[in-house]
């Protein structure tokens, strides 16, 4: 038994070095190629193999049962890669084979979609493909996902006003001419050409949103006008707010150029609603980078949001999750166990012993 | 002020003379004098770290800057742990590795501060990057702590050896160079340090779920924290199935952790070699 328990320790040495060489290989690899090789077929004989020593060192090792901590990180750590394995692609496929061609899970796929678009079809690809190819399909969801709204929300900026430019152009083509506007909240900024005023009536920063109010001939033409988000300068066109295309011709077609402070993305924001077969709302919420949605089986990332490109949802499968989080709360403790309590306890006792003696 | 040096910056500089004038101190057997120093230095550090925190507007471990910092300001505390609880002692080294902590921050990585991008902004944050650094730390001194006992334990071990019988040379070899009080200090610290390395790992795992989708995405930053990991599984594997008689294997085990260490802070996050999820971390 000695004998056997001496082979089994070399030989869980050996694994451990071996995955320390192949981290080592995959982190020159990049994280697509290694994804690749540590679930290529060999890879699943290496675990396999693994997760059979484990299982014989947890009977063949007497010190196992008398030390929790390092029983509950074996156990833990085997949790883990049975989660793993039960979470991976091949298993999903093999599971989808089982109960009839289509119907298993897709472990994981994204959804391109506008504002208002519905889809349950999963593509493999992060990003739009070119016009002229489909999107590589990797499965479709039961239920469709629609994305109600998608928005971006800001730090505050480096400045708190935008700059204002009133921009006109002379009817023969010569350069056009810039009139600084107020940027400030409730100082009307005089534009001649517009024989009238423009007025910032409020800023909303997390938005990166300016509310204008603008004024021709001593009366307000809108109620106001919401301009943003946007990283480049805008030129809004004020053509709406003359009687005329003729008259804002006329007049060397006056703009408003919006010039918005510099402003780092706090977070990407979209409201997603889930629908069954007949239309019905099965779940709706916020999702956000670190806050996905959870429903059916699946949780919901916001991956990529472009605007105005479509926004980017990851659908995953949790297939395997809830082993793996039963593998991590018994690995933690297990490890303080073993290293910290279990010392402790020991010299405790072993002071008690002495106090005794 | 000379030039365009902030008060930031003049408190960075004197923190480092603080640190290297502890060293030298500890080098003069001045041990009083060195303390001293240290726990000066040490407030010093630890002032740096609270007004970049107020400064950022959040936990100071954004960028390579603030993290440095910070594994900076946490060997004071690593040594007095270390001394009063662990019994283990080195704090000459602590104060070297403290002041080589900074000049990094001092010299080399920018100071700007940033704004945190959204996967950053998550419980999971400060947990995860703090039980990394404290696993860095002790596992570094660890290390230190290992290579310094083997040296200072042969130098013993050669003037013993000199004066003793040829038979008993061999005894001597095996009970009083057998590395006991080193590896019972190398063995202590990583037993300390070791949690926080699982609790880092695991961490990062379920945040990688919240924020990536994945609790594992087989990114370079964490294949490396992953074989780290593995080498002080591999040490503990080892000091249980050698029964204690190979102190040399695990002290060279606990030097490649240290230098699993550096490649997964340093490498991969300087490194174009390693692009990956974790590249906002420099």
């Known amino acids: 038994m000695k004998r056997f328990r001496q082979i ?350 | 002020m000379p030039g365009n040096l902030r008060p930031f ?27 001293g120093q240290y726990a000066l230095a040490f407030s010093m550090a630890a002032a740096l770290v609270v007004i970049r925190a107020i400064q950022v507007g959040h936990a100071p471990m954004r960028n390579l800057f603030e993290v440095f910092l910070l594994l900076a300001a946490l060997m004071f505390p690593l040594s007095l742990f270390s001394r009063f609880v662990l019994k283990v002692r080195g704090e000459m080294f602590d104060v070297l590795t403290a002041a080589v902590l900074l000049v990094p921050p001092a010299f080399v990585f920018s100071a700007e501060p940033q704004p945190l991008p959204p996967a950053l902004q998550s419980p999971f944050f400060a947990p995860h990057v703090s039980a990394y650094m404290l696993a860095y730390v002790i596992l570094a001194k660890a290390a230190v702590a290992g290579v310094a006992g083997r040296i200072r334990e042969k130098k013993n071990c050669g003037l013993v050896l000199r004066s003793e019988a040829p038979l008993r040379r061999v005894a001597l070899r095996i009970v009083d160079c057998g590395l006991k009080d080193t590896d019972r200090a190398v063995y202590r610290l990583v037993c300390l340090g070791f949690p926080f390395l699982t609790a880092g790992l695991l961490s990062g795992a379920l945040w990688g779920k919240q924020a990536w989708g994945d609790w594992w995405n087989w990114d370079p930053k964490e294949l490396w924290s992953l074989a780290t990991w593995l080498i002080y599984v591999a040490y503990f594997h080892i000091r249980g199935m050698a029964a204690h008689r190979r102190p040399m294997v695990e002290i060279s085990l606990v030097v490649v952790g240290l230098v699993f260490i550096v490649i997964t802070l340093l490498w991969v996050n300087l490194s174009r070699l390693f692009p990956g999820l974790h590249s906002y971390a420099t």
């Open chain 1, 8 to 357: 089994l320790f070399r030989a869980t040495l050996v694994l451990i070095f071996a995955l320390v060489v192949l981290c080592i290989v995959g982190a020159f690899l990049g994280a697509d190629r290694a994804k690749l090789m540590f679930n290529s077929i060999p890879m699943w004989f290496f675990w396999g193999f693994w997760a059979v020593l484990s299982v014989v060192g947890l009977f063949a090792r007497g010190k196992m049962w008398r030390s929790p901590g390092l029983l509950m990180t074996h156990i833990g750590l085997l949790l883990i890669l049975a989660g793993g394995v039960w979470g991976s692609r091949s298993a999903h496929e093999w599971r989808g084979k089982m109960q009839g061609g289509g119907k298993g899970k897709t472990p994981e796929g994204f959804l391109l979609l506008n504002p208002h678009d519905e889809s349950d079809r999963q593509s493999s690809q992060l990003w739009r493909v070119p016009e002229d190819q489909a999107p590589k399909p990797a499965g479709t969801l039961p239920f469709d996902v629609m994305v109600r709204r998608a928005w971006l929300e800001y730090y505050p900026p480096e400045s708190e006003a935008w700059v204002l430019l009133g921009q006109t152009y002379h009817r023969q083509g010569a350069p056009k001419q810039l009139t600084p506007l107020h940027g400030r909240v409730g100082f009307p900024g005089l534009f001649p050409a517009l024989d009238g005023e423009v007025t910032v009536l409020g800023y909303n920063h997390a938005l990166r949103q300016i509310e204008l109010q603008v004024t021709r001939r001593g009366r307000p033409m809108t109620n106001s006008i919401i301009v943003g988000p946007s990283d480049e300068p805008t030129v809004l066109s004020l053509a709406d707010v003359f009687e005329t295309p003729q008259a804002w011709r006329e007049a060397d077609q006056p703009a408003i150029v919006l010039l918005p402070p510099s402003q780092a993305i706090r977070d990407y924001k979209a409201d997603l609603v889930l629908r069954d077969d007949d239309g019905n709302a099965i779940t709706s919420g916020e999702i956000e980078v670190n806050h996905p949605l959870h429903a059916r089986g699946y949780h919901f990332y916001l991956s990529a949001f472009d605007p105005p490109l479509a926004l980017v949802v990851k659908a995953v499968s949790d297939d395997g999750l809830y082993w793996v989080y039963a593998g991590f709360a018994l690995l933690m403790p297990g490890v303080i166990l073993r290293l910290w309590a279990e010392p402790i306890a020991r010299q405790m006792f072993r002071k008690e012993a002495d106090h005794a003696g």
């Open chain 2, 9 to 35: 910056d003049l408190l960075m500089y004197v923190a480092l003379a603080e640190f290297g004038l502890a060293f030298v101190a500890f080098l003069l057997k001045q041990r009083r004098l060195g303390w």
